[in-house]
């Protein structure tokens, strides 16, 4: 059976008509993009995933079998529905795939320039009623939606990584964006099973306002010699029961990901606190991006991850 998000009835009938969501357009087959589209298709909708290299989408695909394979062993889905959701993703080979589309999620790398271009080519390809979203997870989502042709149908939609695993969504409205477009994104994220909160549009929302100076934070404590890598990531897995030390977080998170974040807020904010370490800076310099990577502040290229420092 199809499910769809329906829309509210407008009070400005003279407004862009608000979609029924069936169809989802995702851009970027990486990381979150992937992961978006896993809970999508699980949720029961169609996907559409788009990269700019096909290869990406085949990776990403690989992928999403494995992890949705992990949770079927564990009984956290049925067989059958992985073979539903499976077949329910499909490749998006350009933006001209998404003419259909309701709702289109950017989850593109978190770069300003890269996803404007993104939102200024994709729009004349979508229909007038479609939304767009983005899942940066900092910028601002007014300035984002100023660049596109339906500010009043753009939001921020930003999934937790691994998009799979974590049940929280924030959905930050910008400042032209409509009530019955917030109610439908809401709406969409919460049939996906997540839980969502709302952000005003400040830089870097709530949660990684809060998370990412910890990390950089960390960062510092290793720079000035406080700790050592496995010291600080023990100290607080087993100080502070978190479940992954702030530093093997940043290689999981992605070193450039951590430096774009901490660069948003420092200049959004012009607080030094928000001022990115230079250690934090070299790694990124270096290419030595975490995980993906496989050398952050571990080297993952052996049997076992090793500290860098």
Request: glycine share 8%; proline share 5%; charged share 25%.
């Given at each position: 059976?199809?499910v769809?998000?329906?829309?509210?009835?407008?009070?400005?009938?003279?407004?862009?008509?608000?979609?029924?969501?069936?169809?989802?357009?995702?851009?970027?087959?990486?990381?979150?993009?992937?992961?978006?589209?896993h809970?999508?298709?699980?949720?029961?909708?169609?996907?559409?995933?788009?990269?700019?290299r096909?290869?990406?989408?085949?990776?990403?695909?690989?992928?999403?079998?494995?992890?949705?394979?992990?949770?079927?062993?564990?009984?956290?889905?049925?067989?059958?529905?992985?073979?539903?959701?499976?077949?329910r993703?499909?490749?998006?080979?350009?933006?001209?795939?998404?003419?259909?589309?309701?709702?289109?999620?950017?989850a593109?790398t978190?770069?300003?320039?890269i996803?404007?271009?993104i939102?200024?080519?994709l729009?004349?390809?979508?229909?007038?009623?479609?939304i767009?979203?983005?899942?940066?997870?900092?910028?601002?989502?007014?300035r984002?939606?100023?660049?596109?042709d339906?500010?009043?149908?753009?939001?921020?939609?930003?999934?937790?990584?691994?998009v799979?695993?974590?049940?929280?969504?924030?959905?930050?409205?910008?400042?032209?964006?409509?009530?019955?477009?917030?109610?439908?994104?809401?709406?969409?994220?919460?049939?996906?099973?997540?839980?969502?909160?709302?952000s005003?549009d400040?830089?870097?929302?709530?949660?990684?306002?809060?998370?990412?100076?910890?990390?950089?934070?960390?960062?510092?404590?290793?720079?000035?010699?406080?700790?050592?890598?496995?010291?600080?990531?023990?100290?607080?897995?087993?100080?502070?029961?978190?479940?992954?030390?702030?530093l093997?977080?940043?290689?999981?998170i992605?070193l450039d990901?951590?430096?774009?974040?901490?660069?948003?807020?420092?200049?959004?904010?012009?607080?030094?606190?928000?001022r990115?370490?230079?250690?934090?800076?070299?790694?990124?310099?270096?290419?030595?991006?975490?995980?993906?990577?496989?050398?952050?502040?571990?080297?993952?290229?052996?049997?076992?991850p090793?500290?860098?420092?």
């Amino acid at each position: 059976m199809d499910v769809a998000v329906k829309a509210e009835s407008k009070a400005n009938p003279e407004a862009r008509p608000i979609p029924d969501i069936k169809l989802i357009g995702v851009i970027g087959a990486g990381q979150m993009g992937s992961g978006i589209a896993h809970v999508i298709a699980l949720g029961k909708y169609d996907v559409l995933l788009n990269d700019l290299r096909k290869e990406a989408v085949d990776q990403a695909m690989a992928t999403i079998e494995r992890n949705m394979g992990r949770q079927v062993a564990k009984g956290l889905v049925e067989k059958a529905d992985m073979t539903s959701a499976l077949s329910r993703i499909k490749f998006a080979p350009s933006l001209e795939s998404f003419a259909d589309c309701d709702l289109v999620i950017e989850a593109a790398t978190e770069d300003e320039v890269i996803k404007r271009t993104i939102f200024q080519e994709l729009c004349p390809k979508l229909k007038e009623s479609a939304i767009i979203a983005t899942n940066t997870s900092s910028l601002s989502i007014t300035r984002l939606a100023s660049t596109t042709d339906r500010p009043e149908h753009f939001i921020g939609m930003h999934f937790m990584n691994p998009v799979p695993l974590m049940e929280l969504v924030e959905l930050i409205r910008g400042i032209a964006t409509e009530d019955e477009v917030f109610g439908v994104a809401r709406a969409f994220v919460e049939s996906l099973g997540k839980t969502t909160t709302v952000s005003e549009d400040f830089p870097a929302f709530i949660v990684n306002r809060i998370l990412l100076p910890m990390i950089n934070e960390a960062v510092y404590t290793l720079y000035e010699g406080v700790g050592t890598v496995e010291g600080i990531d023990k100290a607080m897995r087993l100080g502070a029961h978190h479940p992954m030390g702030p530093l093997e977080l940043a290689d999981f998170i992605g070193l450039d990901t951590c430096l774009a974040v901490m660069q948003v807020l420092y200049e959004g904010l012009s607080d030094s606190k928000y001022r990115p370490c230079p250690l934090l800076v070299k790694y990124v310099e270096a290419g030595w991006l975490g995980r993906k990577t496989n050398r952050g502040f571990y080297d993952y290229r052996g049997e076992k991850p090793v500290p860098t420092r």
